[in-house]
């Protein structure tokens, strides 16, 4: 997929990895809009990337749908879509000291990072079904966001770990749904990168896992998941497939 004067719609595209990603887009032509709960870093992202900001809530079917709907009035149906949007309620199945993890927020997660993704990629597609093909019959690329935790989870993870897997788990059969269209469905599953998501686990976990990442040892750069993005959407053959980016950590 050609990056220069298509639409990219990002849901969670107001901060850390989509904030990036959107960054290195909007640099490469692309228009982009950020689909996002919080508009204060929307709009000021938006503003500076020559994009538009658009209020939603990925967990709540009307807020997508009604947001994807204005994006494409703003900037056209999207020939690029990311589905960055979620969360991460670190805490344990059950334990003496917190009891059961509570069902209220364990929903949440599900319906934030597993139905919000689904959703998305229902939404989004159906607007590429009939858009005019590029070269291949390429109509468009859906780009979906589990986790390194997904395959190797650990500890206080076990519902996001959950809800990550079902995301790549969704990856091949959607390739598959939507290869009549020529619309590609990929998926990335970052390792540890440094954004306000990465803050909220707890330090001294995160310090003990860095410092079992075999190369480079660090934390990962949002933008590095930027440039995957790009490339993803560049290379026809990616298609149907999970990619880990985490320095080897596994
Ligand atoms: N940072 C990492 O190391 C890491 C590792 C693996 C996977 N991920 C995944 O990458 C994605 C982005 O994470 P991040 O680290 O950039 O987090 P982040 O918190 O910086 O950004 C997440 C964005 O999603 C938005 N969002 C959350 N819930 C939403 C909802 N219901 N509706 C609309 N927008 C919503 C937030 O407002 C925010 O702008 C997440 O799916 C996360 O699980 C991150």
Redesign the pocket.
Known sequence: MKLEGVAAFL??G?????AASARVLAESGASVAL????MT?AESLAKELGGVAIE????DHDSLSRAVAQACEAIGPPRIAVN?????VSRKIASRSQGPHPIESMQREID??VI?TLDGCALFAERMLDLEPFEDGERGVLIN?A???AFNGPPGQSVYAAS?RAVAGATLPMARDLAPYGIRVMTIA????R????ETVDKKHTDKLISMVPFPKRW?D?REIGELVKHICLNRMLNGETIQIDGAMR
Do not use: E, W, Y
């Open positions: 849901t969670g107001a901060s850390g990895l989509g689909l996002d709960r919080n870093l939603c809530d990925v967990a960055f949007a979620g969360i991460d934030i990072n919000g966001i986790s390194g935790a990550k970052p390792g540890f990168f954004t306000p998501l990465a990962g949002p």
